[in-house]
């Protein structure tokens, strides 16, 4: 085998590895989301939106709750 032969061999075996490496990375459908996906991420980032919002009632209830409990606190300590 000569040199040039050597060379092109190896660039062959990386070529083809670099193939399959791109093929089992999941890369392959380039860039592009298929419907399906596409349609669940829009349904995850619904839900996500919507328990974010729930997220700040409850820490909106939990604060007024510590409030009033502790104007509570005072007016009875005031008596």
């Known amino acids: 085998m000569n040199p040039f032969e050597f060379v092109i061999a190896l660039v062959v075996i990386t070529g083809v590895f670099s193939l399959v490496k791109y093929r089992m990375t999941g890369r392959h459908s380039g860039g592009l989301a298929e419907p399906g996906d596409s349609q669940e991420t829009l349904r995850l980032r ?13 820490e909106r209830i939990t604060v007024e709750k510590e409030n009033s409990l502790a104007k509570e606190i005072e007016s009875l300590r005031d008596r």
């Not at 619904?46 to 409850?58: G, P």
């Open 46 to 58: 619904e839900e996500v939106s919507d328990l974010k919002e729930r997220l700040k009632v409850l």
